[in-house]
Antibody, heavy 127, light 106 residues
Framework: QLQLQESGPGLVKPSETLSLTCTVS??????????WGWIRQPPGKGLGWIGS???????YYNPSLKSRVTISVDTSKNQFSLKLSSVTAADTAVYYC???????????????????WGKGTTVTVSS | DIQMTQSPSSLSASVGDRVTITCRAS??????LNWYQQKPGKAPKLLIY???SLQSGVPSRFSGSGSGTDFTLTISSLQPEDLATYYC????????FGPGTKVDIK
């Protein structure tokens, strides 16, 4: 079945760029039915959506992070990636990647939901 | 931006109890509402999408209802394995999660 696995450094220095990769196995990232997304969870806090990407490269970002976030896709490697620049201690969190599924509504739009998640990777921002 | 609130923030109930969690959106979101369960130390799991559709493999004791701004997640008979934090999420305009409701077993 489809599996997602996050990878990247567990420790990043303040002001530097956090870089993570999500590897998709058991399915193709190029499927037209899905988007792919990043979500994070600071210690002891709730979930926050970072952004999403389609296999064409179309991206959607959380407005509060948009100036610092870049999400990209590499279909040849079946991977998508997250870069978050100018990090501070507030960016310390567990970072999850997820598949964004969708189902058509009667009005021709789509309901979107995150139906497959990676196990998450902890990133600490500290000098 | 669409803001999501949940109530209560935490609850404690006995095995077999009926549990209800409420989620409210800051503006109408039709049925663009999902529910997730997150057990301690684990990734979230999709329970309900489009406000009331049960995700495949999720026990039928979980159900969702609502439309517009007010939504409900119901666990009809609480089980020990339901100890978790539950999050609502709107998908009407990108995504926003609610703050979560922690469910403990008495």
């Amino acid at each position: 079945q489809l599996q997602l696995q996050e990878s990247g450094p567990g420790l990043v220095k303040p002001s530097e760029t956090l870089s993570l990769t999500c590897t998709v196995s058991g399915g193709s990232i190029s499927s037209s039915s899905y988007y792919w997304g990043w979500i994070r969870q600071p210690p002891g806090k709730g979930l926050g959506w970072i952004g999403s990407i389609y296999n064409s490269g179309s991206t959607y970002y959380n407005p509060s992070l948009k100036s610092r976030v870049t999400i990209s896709v590499d279909t040849s490697k079946n991977q998508f990636s997250l870069k978050l620049s100018s990090v501070t201690a507030a960016d310390t969190a567990v970072y999850y990647c997820a598949r964004v599924g969708r189902i058509a509504t009667r009005q021709g739009d789509y309901y979107y939901y995150m139906d497959v998640w990676g196990k998450g990777t902890t990133v600490t921002v500290s000098s | 931006d669409i803001q999501m609130t949940q109530s209560p923030s935490s609850l404690s109930a006995s095995v077999g109890d009926r549990v209800t969690i409420t989620c409210r959106a800051s503006q109408t979101i039709s049925s663009y509402l999902n529910w997730y369960q997150q057990k301690p130390g684990k990734a979230p799991k999709l329970l309900i999408y489009a406000a009331s559709s049960l995700q495949s493999g999720v026990p039928s004791r979980f159900s969702g209802s609502g439309s517009g701004t007010d939504f409900t997640l119901t666990i009809s008979s609480l089980q020990p394995e339901d100890l978790a934090t539950y999050y609502c999420q709107q998908s009407y305009s990108t995504f926003t999660f609610g703050p979560g409701t922690k469910v403990d077993i008495k």
